[in-house]
T-cell receptor, first 111, second 114 residues
Framework: DAKTTQPNSMESNEEEPVHLPCNHS???????IHWYRQLPSQGPEYVIH???SNVNNRMASLAIAEDRKSSTLILHRATLRDAAVYYC????????????FGSGTRLQVQP | ETGVTQSPTHLIKTRGQQVTLRCSSQ?????VSWYQQALGQGPQFIFQ???????GRGNFPPRFSGLQFPNYSSELNVNALELDDSALYLC?????????????FGPGTRLTVL
């Protein structure tokens, strides 16, 4: 599986935008980019995913670089509830269909 | 709509014992995946079941085994427990086994092996 690299931790202030980066330089043409987050004492939850184009949903936006070697998860207005570990995951189109989690980015949100 | 549920919430076992963890998938979901999450680390994939058949396995020994039932609920069995098996065990369900399908996670079972 192709690897992803994320910063260990980031801090943000409440109601400010947050940009969470992810590098995936060995991504293949059919790898989807998924983001999950894990709130304290909970299982992970899906945030967003994309293949080539930028994506928006009610939770976040996903900006994918033109060469697909990096992506950025954007939380438009961070709230205290967004404090979590955010995982950037490449999901193979064929073969194993599991999620391969790295160590993620721990996001702290200050009031 | 009921989400993914897991039982028990917490469990304490001793080394060498066997344990069975249970997972009820979200209504309509035919795929269940199991993950092990050690303290401070990301979840690691154990195996996946799709329509009652194992559909992929991570780097875990054969003493980790599973089942999926006709109602798509699932069990994870671990034999000959070791201290390193202490972890949070997460179950996730999805509608299909493809790469584009969101996985819905349960709250996990915290297993402690003494």
């Amino acid at each position: 599986d192709a690897k992803t690299t994320q910063p260990n931790s980031m801090e943000s202030n409440e109601e400010e935008p947050v940009h969470l980066p992810c590098n995936h330089s060995t991504i293949s043409g059919t790898d989807y980019i998924h983001w999950y987050r894990q709130l304290p004492s909970q299982g992970p939850e899906y945030v967003i995913h994309g293949l080539t184009s930028n994506v928006n949903n009610r939770m976040a936006s996903l900006a994918i670089a033109e060469d697909r070697k990096s992506s950025t998860l954007i939380l438009h207005r961070a709230t205290l509830r967004d404090a979590a570990v955010y995982y950037c995951i490449l999901r193979l189109y064929t073969g194993r269909r599991a999620l391969t989690f790295g160590s993620g980015t721990r996001l702290q949100v200050q009031p | 709509e009921t989400g993914v549920t897991q039982s028990p919430t917490h469990l304490i076992k001793t080394r060498g014992q066997q344990v069975t963890l249970r997972c009820s998938s979200q209504s309509g979901h035919n795929t269940v995946s199991w993950y092990q999450q050690a303290l401070g680390q990301g979840p690691q994939f154990i195996f996946q079941y799709y329509r009652e058949e194992e559909n992929g396995r991570g780097n875990f020994p054969p003493r980790f085994s599973g089942l999926q039932f006709p109602n798509y609920s699932s069990e994870l069995n671990v034999n000959a427990l070791e201290l390193d098996d202490s972890a949070l065990y997460l179950c996730a369900s999805s509608l299909e086994a493809g790469p584009n399908n969101e996985q819905f996670f349960g709250p996990g079972t915290r297993l402690t092996v003494l």
